[in-house]
């Protein structure tokens, strides 16, 4: 992360839409919205979730190895994947494994370009970045949602921060066992929920200062509507 390019602040909003409800229970849809500012400019497209339907075996595979549905620069997501052939000739099940769960994640990313909206007379870039992808479930009811701020390719410094809000679906609760951010020392982030009445949505927010992972995890309380639509 030496050469990485420095960022001041990154804020992502996310609003997830309760599709589930009415296509048979497959997916619900998640919309990301992100401006990061930094003091130099970023080169890379970021390969971000775009919603491909992966088997269960896949799934497993991919988490196996600790992998994130998450944007990642290219260059880093197929780091040490170009030996694959080699590997599974040489009989190294582990590192052909390894190899096989990162080219699974990649086929389930898609290119996005990084927007440049602005260059300050201070410096500093400022960048947009918009996503929209299939949620699946981890049961019937149950969603989590991951993010990692700030992106790959970026370094916090002192004083930097990031900013997540979470817009969950209508009558849906958060699990607040599980929905969590996690520091890259492995401490915990605090979150603030919030549970809208009229509309039975939570908003869910966290800030800090330091590379964490965000979780959201949550369950609706509305079943799955037959769609006669839908065969």
């Known amino acids: 992360m030496d050469n990485a390019v420095q960022v001041i602040s990154q804020e992502a909003i996310v609003l997830v839409n309760g599709s589930s409800r009415y296509n048979n229970g497959k997916f619900d849809e998640v ?3 992100s401006t990061i500012i930094t ?5 890379e497209n970021y390969y971000v979730p775009g919603g491909n339907s992966l088997s ?9 190895y600790n992998l994130e549905f998450r944007p990642y620069r290219e260059s880093e997501l197929l780091q040490g994947t170009e030996d694959v052939i080699d590997e599974s000739r040489a009989n190294d099940t582990v590192g052909t494994e390894q190899d096989v769960a990162r080219l699974l994640l990649r086929s389930a990313l898609v290119n996005t370009p ?3 909206i602005a260059h300050l007379d201070d ?3 400022v960048y947009e970045v918009k996503y929209d992808y299939k949620l699946f479930p981890l049961d019937i009811n149950t969603y989590e949602f991951q993010i990692r701020l700030p992106f790959d390719g970026t370094q916090m410094i002192a004083g930097s921060e990031v900013k997540l809000t979470v817009l969950t679906p209508l009558s849906s609760s958060i699990d607040e066992n599980e929905t969590k951010g996690i ?3 492995g401490e915990e982030i605090e979150e603030l929920i919030q549970q809208l009445t009229a509309t ?5 927010t966290f ?6 992972l965000f979780k959201v995890r949550y369950i609706h309380n509305t079943q799955v509507q037959t769609n006669l639509l839908i065969s």
């Open 200 to 204: 039975g949505r939570a908003v869910t």
């Open 183 to 185: 520091s890259e020392n």
């Open 123 to 125: 410096g500093k870039y």
């Open 56 to 64: 269960s075996e896949a799934l497993a595979l991919i988490k196996k």
């Open 114 to 116: 990084l927007t440049e």
């Open 39 to 43: 003091n130099g400019p970023l080169t």
């Open 31 to 33: 919309m990301v919205r």
């Open 207 to 212: 800030q800090y200062q330091l590379d964490p």
